[in-house]
């Protein structure tokens, strides 16, 4: 199975501030990777497929790139509404895999 | 507007068997791949099913595998996951995806439903 590493595991951030959190695969994924959103007591929310397409109605601070290995993802200026948990997650095959999710907390 | 609604989570002994339903609306069911992936207490989402659209293939995390059956009544426009052999890890919320059409990625998800194997 490709594992998923995300870094860090949690951060601490203002409003306003550039976040980035990066994905590792344990090998080569091409750019099968998407990014979800998950707050406290809720089910997972799509932004990302394909490393960098954004879904629909996604706010435009939210970025995705990479491929191969390394993805990230950025959030250019962090607003109230983002502190949640972030997960990445591989769909170039089966077993579809999650990253461990990165937690970011308001400084 | 689209919505997936999961039942029949609930308290199991280990050992036991339990059958989830996700009844799906909104969109044109029969077309899309549906999955079931959990999420255990505190911890971080795992993919444990998916069933496809036109001739119902599926496949399985190893985690599950043989104790898991995943199915699909699209007359019903609902999906199903039968539990047996439970065991105190399959602990966790349980929720139904849709994937993007084509795409082994999850662009909508149910409220999910609570299993505790106790």
């Known amino acids: 199975a490709i594992q998923l590493t995300q870094s860090p595991s949690s951060l601490s951030a203002s409003v306003g501030d550039r976040v980035t959190i990066t994905c590792r695969a344990s090998q080569g994924i091409g750019s099968a990777l998407a990014w979800y959103q998950q707050k406290l007591g809720h089910p997972p929310k799509f932004l990302i497929y394909d490393a960098s397409t954004l879904k629909s109605g996604v706010p435009s601070r939210f970025s995705g790139s990479g491929s191969g290995t390394d993805f990230t993802l950025t959030i250019s200026s962090l607003q109230p509404e983002d502190f949640a948990t972030y997960y990445c997650q591989q769909f170039n095959s089966f077993p579809l895999t999650f990253g461990g999710g990165t937690k970011v907390q308001i400084k | 507007e689209v919505q997936l609604l999961e039942s029949g989570g609930g308290l199991v002994q280990p050992g036991g068997s339990l059958r989830l339903s996700c009844a799906a609306s909104?969109?044109?069911?029969?077309?899309?791949?549906m999955s079931w992936v959990r999420q255990a207490p505190g911890k971080g989402l795992e993919w444990v099913a998916s069933?496809?659209?036109?001739?119902?293939?599926?496949v399985y995390a190893d985690s599950v595998k043989g104790r898991f059956t995943t199915s699909r009544d699209d007359s019903k426009k609902t999906v199903y996951l039968q539990m047996n052999s439970l065991r105190a890890d399959d602990s966790a919320v349980y929720y139904c995806?849709?994937?993007?059409?084509?795409?082994?990625?999850?662009?909508?998800w149910g409220q999910g439903t609570t299993v505790t194997v106790s």
């Open positions: 909104g969109f044109t069911f029969s077309v899309y791949t």
């Open positions: 995806a849709k994937d993007l059409g084509g795409w082994d990625v999850f662009d909508m």
């Open positions: 069933v496809s659209d036109l001739a119902g293939s599926t």
